[in-house]
């Protein structure tokens, strides 16, 4: 009833925008997508995709995460800002929830550079969020476009070489021990041009046992080769010598003391140490004005320490190297005497994770309980149209092939041999349809398919405690059906809103035991079904005053799945809320006066398949103002932030399906902060 009463009262709508006056659109600057491959119009795309600029990325934020920023986008859910021995917890229409640590079933790429492993697994312990220049997050299934994990995809931009030149410093601290210190310059030199930022974060955590150290450096080169020749070289490294893990806690223990840490999790010293170092080239060459080649390559060295809250194989150790490359060809042309754009490529990437595990000895390392090599490789190839029919009307499309191995070498074999190799293929298509109601306001409809595969660390985590892959987890496979308004009205108000239906076979669902406390384990139910409705506005009140609010329903449920003699048939799908909500006050005065007042409402939503504990709903309000003073080439910007004002008492993490119901890993209370930012800007000439 919810569906049919939504699409009447937009196609109400649509029908009236149509007849608008469209030259009262005509002078809104159009924003251009990247993480659709093609590069179209953002109101154009048949799919919702939110974009983030710099200031909604930076402006007067700790800038520790991209946490904040997503709070602001409908039909994403965001979890764990605070642990980063787990990483943040990023899930889109659902697609991610399962994570343990780590994002799981989203595409996310940095510059053109896939920051996800082939396997699916992203970790953005080495993201900087003060070197972002903007934010794409692609809502639905895209694997006709990215293969393996693309529930969703967040396409990321750092900020480019500056001319004039610009140097930029900036001091945080606050609450809890936190401290941020960032210094970042670009610059160019003709036909070559850098930027460069190195950031250190750190702090003692709300909770015990929650420190974290933190340094992250990325540089990038832009050098332009020749007039249609460019070549950009991209190189980020990020060390985190400690990310302690304070555990999830009982309902009971939380009562009783929300800050204290899970005593096992002290015992055994939970947490995790990670290296990274990554370098991407990308070569952009245009045949002419139709025509244009890219090619790409990277590789990616990482080094992962883990200890866990039990003692057999409770310490982890991963080598992982993975890279890749891949190459498109975009050509710009008519197509049946109509306007046609059209990509072809290939993308191959190979990953290599070498797995060790050691007995946790009250936080000492022990004897070896599992050494054994990974592989996953994939060869992708794919194209993609965009046709435009008449006028108001065009076409995407487009399929990909995948080839996947998954293998395991067993290197431990005093248990026996568990090497094996599982091949894969999978053809993944996808259409949409735009009208376009006036130059500025469309309607869609699109149908997707998705698939993805276990990562390497979830087919590791065996049940059977011997080494190997999980034989009994399969793949999960998806297909989804959205239909979607885009408006833009007067140049002060923008209105977005999406319907989407997503059928799931064999989904992923996390479950631990309790003989491995700490430790989640994977297995796949049967059928689940999600429909939601995703809404927006964003109204300019006056030059400088913008006010934007969304809301998220979200009615995910499985309909076949049966666990041991238990039955989850019409159970709510744990870890997603069925209602989310969010709005924003944001001044910004010609001054250089900025304030932000943000109110986030996320209701209630069950920890566990057979929907017997609940999470509880919360609210939580957030205040961040500063000024920016300029003089010559120099500027200033105090800042200060209040998180939590009213200090809501909520739990910032929710464990799924947790052993012993330790699903509660409970949220700061009021924290503030404070900062200041300088700036210094090249000469400028007269």
Same mark, same amino acid.
């Given at each position: ?80 800002? *605070? ?35 082939? *396997? #699916? ?6 993201? *900087?969020?003060?070197?972002?220049? %903007? ?19 967040? $396409? ?17 601290? @606050? ?17 070559? @041009?850098?930027?460069?930022?190195? #950031? ?36 980020? $490294? ?9 555990? =999830? ?10 800050r204290q840490a899970r005593p096992q999790n002290v015992q055994f010293d939970v947490g995790e140490s990670v290296e990274q170092g990554r370098a991407g080239v990308i070569l952009e060459h245009r045949l002419n004005d139709q025509q244009r080649l890219t090619l790409r390559g990277f590789i990616t060295a990482r080094g992962f320490d883990n200890k866990l809250a039990f003692r057999n194989g409770g310490v982890v150790e991963i080598n992982r190297l993975f890279g890749g490359g891949g190459m498109q060809y975009e050509l710009t042309s008519q197509l049946f005497r109509r306007p ?16 060790? +595990?050691?007995?946790? /000895? ?14 996953? @490789?994939?060869? #992708? ?9 008449a006028d108001k009307w065009a076409l995407t499309a487009s399929t990909r092939l995948d080839r996947i191995k998954l293998a395991v070498e067993d290197q431990f074999l005093s248990d026996g041999d568990q090497s094996d190799a599982i091949p894969i293929t999978r053809f993944s298509p996808l259409a949409g349809l735009t009208w376009k109601l006036n130059p500025r306001s469309a309607m869609y409809v699109n149908v997707t398919s998705n698939y993805e595969l276990p990562t390497l660390n979830e087919l590791s985590a065996n049940p059977a405690n011997v080494g190997g892959f999980n034989? @009994? ?16 009205? !007067? ?9 989407? !239906?997503?059928?799931?076979?064999? /989904? ?12 989640? !384990? ?9 429909? =939601? ?26 309909? /076949?799945?049966?666990? =041991? ?6 159970? +709510? ?7 989310? #909500? !969010? ?20 209701? %209630? ?10 999470? *509880? ?19 200033? /910007? ?36 404070? =900062? ?11």
């Open positions: 009833m919810k569906f049919t009463i939504t699409i009447l009262l937009t196609a109400l709508i649509s029908s009236l925008i149509a007849q608008t006056d469209t030259l009262s659109n005509q002078d809104i600057k159009p924003v251009t997508v990247t993480a659709t491959r093609l590069g179209n119009d953002q109101i154009q795309t048949p799919f919702a995709i939110t974009v983030l600029n710099k200031n909604q990325l930076q402006a007067v934020q700790q800038q520790l995460s991209v946490y904040d920023a997503l709070n602001t986008v409908s039909g994403v859910f965001v979890q764990n800002p *605070d642990n980063f021995s787990q990483d943040l917890r990023i899930s889109i229409r659902g697609f991610g929830a399962r994570a343990a640590f780590g994002i799981r079933g989203i595409r996310i790429i940095t510059d053109g550079i896939p920051e996800s492993t082939p *396997d #699916g697994q992203a970790d953005v312990d080495n993201l *900087d969020a003060g070197a972002l220049q %903007s934010m794409e997050i692609l809502k639905g299934a895209s694997s006709a476009l990215y293969g393996n994990a693309s529930g969703g995809v967040i $396409y990321l931009k750092t900020e480019e070489p500056a001319t004039p030149p610009f140097t930029e410093v900036q001091v945080v601290q @606050g609450s809890y021990g936190f401290q941020r210190y960032q210094a970042k310059m670009g610059v160019r030199w003709g036909k070559v @041009g850098t930027f460069l930022s190195v #950031g250190y974060n750190q702090s003692d955590g709300y909770r015990e046992h929650a420190n974290v150290r933190q340094l992250i450096v990325n540089n990038k080169w832009v050098v332009d080769l020749s007039g249609k020749t460019t070549l950009r070289v991209l190189l980020n $490294y990020g060390n985190s010598p400690q990310a302690d893990d304070a555990g =999830g806690l009982t309902a009971e223990q939380v009562a009783t003391n929300r046609y754009r059209m990509q072809a490529g290939v993308d191959q990437d190979q990953q290599r994770d070498h797995r060790r +595990r050691f007995n946790n /000895e009250q936080s000492i390392k022990g004897t070896a309980t599992l050494d054994q090599n990974e592989k996953f @490789g994939s060869v #992708g190839v794919y194209w993609i149209h965009h046709l435009e029919l034989a @009994g987890l399969k793949p999960q496979k998806a297909w989804s059906g959205e239909w979607g308004l885009k408006v833009a009205v !007067f140049k002060v108000l923008r209105v977005e809103t999406a319907l989407f !239906f997503i059928g799931l076979r064999d /989904e992923f669902v996390p479950y631990q035991l309790v003989d491995f406390p700490g430790r989640t !384990f994977y297995r796949n139910a049967g059928k689940s079904e999600r429909k =939601g409705v995703e809404a927006s506005v964003q109204w300019t009140v006056q030059p400088g005053l913008v006010f934007s609010i969304n809301y998220t329903y979200s009615d995910f449920r499985y309909t /076949e799945y049966r666990s =041991g003699d238990q039955d989850f048939k019409n159970n +709510r799908t744990p870890g997603i809320p069925q209602h989310n #909500g !969010f709005g924003e006050w944001r001044w910004t005065s010609s001054k250089g006066f900025t304030a932000v007042a943000q109110l986030r409402r996320v209701g %209630s939503f069950y920890t566990n398949d057979a929907n017997t504990d609940k999470n *509880d709903a919360y609210t939580v309000a957030t205040f961040r103002a500063g000024y920016r003073h300029s003089f010559r080439q120099w500027a200033i /910007e105090p800042f200060v932030g209040i998180s939590n004002i009213f200090n809501a008492r909520y739990n910032a993490n929710v464990l799924i399906n947790a052993a012993g119901g330790r699903y509660y890993e409970p949220g700061a209370g009021a924290y503030g902060y404070g =900062g200041v930012k300088i700036m210094i800007e090249g000469i400028k000439k007269n």
